[in-house]
Structures are given as structure tokens and as C-alpha cells.
């Protein structure tokens, strides 16, 4: 069972934008980091945005800095990524991922969506 869907990608020109959403509702119950990866042709899954639990966010690769937003509605059970300013760089199938830390346990385990692709015409 997919916990996590992504949608929001698709073909889009240089210096345009695109917004992905995560549908994390179907996520047990819980406080979740929230993370966006995505895996571009010939390269490694590469992390390029992050929120913690109460919506502090971490570095970014400075590929994306400045251009990638991750943002979360909590009460909705969304995560967004804004994606301004798009190079053909960019280009790769973006997925969603979730964990959460328990005080006096540790991690929970990782959630994966199953990806959504954007592709950036030169």
C-alpha cells in the first residue's frame, strides 16, 4: 500500500514553475520529518528540500537553493514543493519521504511515495 502520493509534475519550459504536492493522509498518525528527493537520468537520489516535524526546514543543496520552497499543511496532511525558476537540471522524478522521531525511541520507519516526473525543455 502507497502511503504517500506525489502529483504536480510534468513537461514545463526554462524559467517557468511548477508546485508538487504530497498526499500524506494515509501516513499513521504521527510527527514527520518531511523531505523531498528526486533522482535525475545517470545521477544518485539526491535530497533538495526538508522540514522537520514542526516545519523548521534544513539546507538545501545549493543546486535548488533559492528556487525550491518546501512548505506543509499539517492540519491537511500536504507537503508542497514550489519549484521556481526551473532549469533543464532539474529535471528528474521528484519523490516524496517521511519519517518521524519518537522522544526515548528513536526513528519510525521511512515512507515513500512513488515519484512524479518533471521534465525541463532547454
Known amino acids: 500500500q502507497v502511503q504517500l502520493v506525489e502529483s504536480g509534475g510534468g513537461l514545463v519550459h526554462a524559467g517557468e514553475s511548477l508546485r508538487l504536492s504530497c498526499d500524506a493522509s494515509?501516513?499513521?498518525?504521527?510527527?514527520?520529518?518531511m523531505n523531498w528527493f528526486r533522482r535525475a537520468p545517470g545521477k544518485e537520489r539526491e535530497l533538495v528540500a526538508a522540514v522537520n516535524e514542526t516545519g523548521n526546514p534544513t539546507d538545501s543543496p545549493d543546486s535548488v537553493r533559492g528556487r525550491f520552497i518546501l512548505s506543509r499543511d499539517n492540519v491537511k496532511r500536504l507537503v508542497y514543493l514550489q519549484m521556481n525558476n526551473l532549469k533543464p537540471e532539474d529535471t528528474a522524478v521528484y519523490y516524496c519521504?517521511?519519517?518521524?522521531?519518537?522522544?526515548?525511541?528513536?526513528?519510525?520507519?521511512?515512507?515513500w511515495g512513488q515519484g512524479t516526473r518533471v521534465t525541463v525543455s532547454s
Open positions: 494515509r501516513l499513521p498518525l504521527g510527527n514527520y520529518f
Open positions: 519521504h517521511a519519517q518521524q522521531f519518537i522522544p526515548g525511541i528513536g526513528w519510525g520507519p521511512e515512507y
